[in-house]
Each structure stands twice: as C-alpha cells, then as structure tokens.
C-alpha cells in the first residue's frame, strides 16, 4: 500500500500525467467552426489517444512514474533499510503493483484530464442531446493505461535483470517498436501484438471485446509474477 501511494503521489506520476495531457492534446485534430456534432469533445480525444504520436510516445510515459523505484532503492542501500519494516515478498509486490498502477493511472489520468478541459472549451458548439458515447470513451481511456501498465511492468522486469534504469526506459520504447514493425511490414494478420490495437481494437475480440480483456489480464498477471520473482532472487544478494 506504501508503494502504491508513492507511485501516485510523487512529483514522477504527475509529470507523467501532464506528459500525457500534452500529448493527446498534440495528436488532437480540433475543428473550431460552426455547430459541432454531440459529444464532438470526446470523438476528438478517442481519435487522439491512437494518434501516431500518442503512440510514440506511450512507452516513454509509461515507465516515469515508479519503473525505477526497486533499482533505486537497491542500489542506494535503502532497500535493506525497508526490509527491516516487511518482508520480502510484501516489499517486491509493492513494488510490481506501484509500477503498474503508477502508469495506468498517469495515462487514464490524461485521457480524463482532457476530456474534462475538452468538454468546457467545446460544450458551447456542441449540439444537445450528448453523453452517448462516455462509456466508450472510458473504456478506451482505461485500454490506454493498461497498455502502459505492462509497459512499465516490463521495463521493470528489464531493469531488474539487469539492475539499470537505462534498460527501465530503453528497453520497453524497443520492443513496443519491434511489435509494431512486426505487425505492419510482416505479419498484417496478427493483431493481438498490435499496440494499436491494444487501444482501440478494429477486430473482433468476442462480444464486449472480452477476449482483449482477457489479454490484458493474462500479461499483467505474467509480467506482474515475473517481475516478482526476479526482484525476489534479487533481494537475497542484499
């Protein structure tokens, strides 16, 4: 629970946060004249969150907010200092999970952030009768923050490995990449490794797209158990 609160309440996670705001608002294609259609804010913000540059920037986001926090501590000594206080596994857990939920939060946060400063500058030109597509909206936003989740439990994993914060920012920016090449010059036909579509899915998932929640639990729960057992084995050396 400490860990938790650290990851969201740090000067990193708000960095993020805003890093996210900016960056959605960049891949924002705004339409200023005449009447807009109802709930134009929201269409505009779900376009933004696949914009390119949304997507380029994810995995640089992702990892800011508490990616590096088990190499810091560890290497500075301040981790023999915590396990005075809990044990290991308490400690390594906390550890995944802020990781996880620091990004979630920070990407979801931007999403809804923008959403909110969208709806007061273009609620005036909006035609009535709004509010259909919020779940949607949500839906897609809550998708963008668990693709950064396991985006920082990966970095996480590598940096662990590695005991490097280099490989917490590099590593995760390379293999996102590496999907989407793989995706767009070699293997148009699967998908599921499109991050992309992580996003905002264009294929069939089954009905409510539960296959891709499914996915999303499935990896988090194998990078999350990965994640622990290698920041365990790393605590016995200390």
């Known amino acids: 629970m400490e860990d938790i609160k650290r990851a969201l309440g740090g000067r990193n996670f708000w960095t993020a946060m805003l890093a996210a705001s900016a960056v959605l608002a960049m891949g924002t294609k705004f339409v200023w004249s005449g009447e807009l259609e109802a709930d134009s804010h929201l269409k505009i913000l779900m376009e933004a969150m696949k914009s390119d540059i949304t997507v380029f920037m994810l995995p640089i986001i992702a990892v800011l907010p508490y990616t590096t926090a088990f190499v810091d501590e560890v290497s500075s000594g301040f981790g023999k200092f915590?396990?005075?206080?809990?044990?290991?596994?308490?400690?390594?857990?906390?550890?995944?999970?802020?990781?996880?939920?620091?990004?979630?939060?920070?990407?979801?946060?931007?999403?809804?952030?923008n959403s909110f400063i969208y709806w007061l500058i273009f609620s005036p030109m909006e035609a009535a009768g709004?509010?259909?597509?919020?779940?949607?909206?949500?839906?897609?936003?809550?998708?963008?923050?668990?693709?950064?989740?396991?985006?920082?439990?990966?970095?996480?994993?590598?940096?662990v490995w590695m005991m490097s914060?280099?490989?917490?920012?590099?590593?995760?920016?390379?293999?996102?990449?590496?999907?989407?090449?793989?995706?767009?010059?070699?293997?148009?036909?699967?998908?599921?490794?499109?991050?992309?579509?992580?996003?905002?899915?264009?294929?069939?998932?089954?009905?409510?797209s539960i296959g891709l929640t499914l996915f999303f639990i499935a990896w988090t729960l194998f990078l999350g158990i990965v994640c622990v057992r290698m920041m365990y084995r790393r605590l016995e050396d200390v």
């Not at 915590?82 to 996880?100: D, E, I, M, P, Q």
């Not at 499109?194 to 009905?207: T, V």
Request: net charge neutral; glycine share 16%.
């Open 165 to 208: 914060n280099y490989m917490a920012y590099i590593a995760p920016f390379v293999i996102y990449y590496f999907l989407i090449m793989l995706k767009e010059r070699y293997f148009e036909g699967i998908y599921c490794i499109y991050p992309k579509e992580w996003i905002a899915p264009e294929h069939y998932w089954g009905d409510g």
């Open 82 to 113: 915590c396990l005075l206080r809990t044990n290991r596994f308490s400690y390594v857990a906390g550890k995944a999970a802020g990781a996880w939920i620091g990004a979630a939060a920070a990407l979801t946060g931007g999403a809804f952030l």
């Open 130 to 159: 709004g509010g259909g597509i919020w779940g949607e909206f949500a839906a897609q936003a809550i998708r963008l923050g668990m693709t950064g989740g396991l985006l920082a439990l990966l970095g996480t994993c590598l940096a």
